[in-house]
């Protein structure tokens, strides 16, 4: 296991040591395709390995946390993690509430990515996953008098559907986004000031889910983009205001 690691093992500038070393691993994980789970060698091993102090290797082993690449659980040392989508988030709530982007921005990075797993829901969606997303858009009509349950309920719909594309990094992308913009979704529902109003969003939300349901591909990314261009036109509205 360690065939890989030996390699890397060149003079380290001992100002930035551990940062050094988490960038070892990094490839040392890529190196031997490592997967979640697997555990990392020990602090022990690393510190002999690299010629430095435990502590070191232990700071290391934050900043791997901290990106996500691995967790450190107590009996069994840094493991590898699955692949998450915690710093896309942080990235995109940051882009926000820094003033870099706005929100109707946002929306419109999301919306070819979203019509794009609309379409792919379309093509590859199990039937567990058809029933689910019936259930869900159901349950959402009576949701409509109750906007908080209903925008939980209309970011649920959209990560099934991210889900049904079977398409990992667009999953990714696609909850990362919408989860650092939920709040969004109940500004953009309470800006709108009529039972019609609200009736459409709920009936763009029934097409999608039909032409999935239907493995209607073309009109699962058709009933989509019209959902966002709706959605984005209340958002542009507000940060008008």
């Known amino acids: 296991m360690m065939s890989n690691l030996e390699p890397m093992l060149t003079t380290l500038k001992r100002e930035t040591l551990s940062d050094q070393i988490a960038g070892r691993l990094r490839q040392y994980i890529t190196a031997e395709a490592l997967q979640p789970g697997d555990a990392l060698p020990s602090e022990t091993k690393l510190a002999d390995l690299f010629g430095v102090s435990r502590p070191v290797v232990r700071e290391a082993f934050r900043s ?21 989508g915690e710093l896309l988030q942080m990235f995109f709530e940051r882009v926000v509430t820094s003033g870099h982007s706005t929100f109707s921005e946002l929306m419109e990075v999301r919306k070819p990515l979203e019509v794009q797993s609309a379409a792919l829901a379309a093509a590859r969606r199990t039937a567990v996953q058809a029933a689910a997303l019936e259930t869900t858009v159901t349950s959402m009509r009576a949701q409509l008098t109750d906007l908080a349950a209903y925008a939980e309920a209309d970011v649920e719909l959209h990560l099934q559907i991210a889900a049904a594309a079977h398409n990992e990094a667009l999953y990714l992308l696609i909850s990362s986004i919408r989860t650092a913009m939920k709040e969004l979704v109940l500004a953009g529902l309470s ?10 969003v709920q009936q ?30 209340f958002v542009v509205d507000g940060e008008n205001v």
Request: aromatic share 4%; proline share 2%.
């Open 191 to 200: 800006r709108r000031t009529s039972q019609e109003q609200l009736d459409q």
């Open 64 to 84: 791997l946390a901290a990106q996500g690449v691995v967790s450190v659980v107590s009996g069994k040392g840094a493991v590898v993690k699955p692949v998450g």
């Open 204 to 233: 763009f939300h029934e097409e999608m889910v039909a032409a999935i349901i239907q493995g209607d591909s073309a009109g699962a990314a058709q009933a989509m983009s019209a959902h966002f261009d709706d959605a984005l036109s």
